[in-house]
């Protein structure tokens, strides 16, 4: 019951950040610039997908996998721990009668939620992006009925990989507050999870396992066996989750 209470008013204030914002801003600009490049390449990009909805939904989510979905989660989970810190409401936060671990375990929900949000949108984008694109160059043919369940599972499974990087991000975000330093070890780990990620396609098998590379494995080719990579990110994300709210407890708050 008081995880809810916390858990409501850490949405409430989520209204006083850019972050709510971005949870309909970041999946729409994939959505529009992958719409104008396939409206112009169509060729290159699509023609040699054998199901087009598949090579659709593969393009966007490589683009959001890539860069979009990292940056944003770097930048979510620091702007929702930016309330606190750039005002200094720890003090009096804390000082409540609620249980630490409740509000960090309620603001990694909000993040959570909000990643899944924006996954949900980003479908929603693949099925108009489909819509559209036969308009602008009639040459496409996609097929119907439209394979929604496979476009979900993948952008699904992008999703669940990412969470051990949020987990990894959202106790950065808390734990230092300068702003620079979550979003620093953000933008550099995802330049680093690119390079893995091109590694493992060049004969590396430890690139896969590099948390902000985990979300590209589900798009890899050859398909890689994604369900022990899932548990992964689900077991090692809810530990780095504990050990981060055992820290947030016995800190001292300044």
């Given at each position: 019951m008081l995880l809810?209470?916390?858990l409501w008013a850490e949405v409430l204030k989520t209204k006083r950040?850019?972050?709510?914002?971005?949870?309909?801003?970041?999946?729409?600009?994939?959505?529009?610039?992958?719409?104008?490049?396939l409206s112009q390449v169509p060729t290159m990009l699509l023609y040699r997908a054998s199901d087009l909805w598949m090579g659709l939904t593969r393009i966007i989510l490589v683009f959001w996998a890539i860069?979009?979905?990292?940056?944003?989660?770097?930048?979510?989970?620091?702007?929702?721990?930016g309330l606190e810190h750039a005002e200094n409401q720890w003090k009096l936060l804390l000082a409540r009668p609620v249980p630490r671990w409740t509000v960090y375990v309620a603001k990694l929900i909000v993040s959570v939620t909000m990643l899944c949000a924006s996954?949900?949108?980003l479908v929603g984008g693949v099925l108009v992006a489909g819509t559209v694109l036969p308009v602008l160059q009639p040459e496409l043919r996609f097929r119907s009925p439209i394979p929604l369940f496979m476009i979900f599972e993948k952008a699904s499974q992008v999703?669940?990989?990412?969470?051990?990087?949020?987990?990894?991000?959202h106790w950065m975000s808390l734990r230092w507050r300068p702003f620079?330093?979550?979003?620093?070890?953000g933008v550099v780990a995802t330049v680093v999870g690119y390079v893995m990620v091109v590694s493992t396609r060049h004969g590396s098998a430890l690139g896969i396992y590099f948390p902000w590379a985990l979300p590209m494995t589900a798009l890899a080719m050859p398909p890689l066996n994604i369900k022990p990579?899932?548990?992964?990110?689900?077991?090692?994300?809810?530990?780095?989750?504990?050990?981060?709210?055992?820290?947030?407890?016995?800190?001292?708050?300044?």
């Open positions: 809810l209470r916390v950040t850019a972050a709510l914002w971005m949870v309909v801003v970041a999946p729409a600009s994939v959505v529009l610039l992958m719409v104008f490049l860069l979009m979905m990292p940056l944003y989660v770097t930048l979510a989970t620091a702007l929702l721990a996954a949900t949108l999703t669940a990989l990412a969470f051990l990087s949020l987990t990894i991000q620079a330093v979550a979003v620093g070890v990579l899932l548990w992964l990110s689900g077991a090692v994300g809810l530990g780095v989750a504990a050990a981060g709210c055992l820290d947030f407890c016995r800190r001292e708050v300044k």
